[in-house]
């Protein structure tokens, strides 16, 4: 069973760093790409990172590039996304994702709050 599984968010003061990590089960992690989203109610789901199989940071949103950094460890088949200058836009639920044998695979979310 492929498990997705985020922690780390929290509520955070504008200007300050956080860093998520998704633990993950059931599947042969360092085989698959793996992406970080976010999603702000009413909005639609928006796609923040990508990292590759080896860990090379594939892809970042133009709104993240160069504050945020994606990595993992496909030792502890965890992925990390680190963030910092975090502004009251960065606001949403993140969301860990993988597509593991053509399906789309999500985490529950973890909610970050920039505000001071």
């Known amino acids: 069973q492929v498990q997705l599984v985020e922690s780390g968010g929290g509520l955070v003061q504008p200007g300050g760093s956080l860093t998520l990590s998704c633990a993950t089960a059931?599947?042969?992690?360092?085989?698959?790409?793996m992406t970080w989203y976010r999603q702000v109610p009413g909005k639609e789901r928006e796609l923040v990172a990508v990292?590759?199989?080896?860990?090379?940071?594939?892809k970042y949103a133009d709104s993240v590039e160069g504050r945020f950094t994606i990595s993992r460890d496909n030792g502890k088949k965890t992925v990390a996304l680190q963030m910092s200058s975090l502004s009251p836009e960065d606001t949403a639920v993140y969301y860990c994702?993988?597509?593991?044998?053509?399906?789309?695979?999500w985490g529950q979310g973890t909610q970050v709050t920039v505000s001071s």
């Open positions: 994702h993988a597509v593991i044998w053509g399906r789309d695979y």
């Open positions: 059931g599947f042969d992690f360092s085989s698959y790409v």
């Open positions: 990292v590759t199989r080896a860990g090379d940071p594939l």
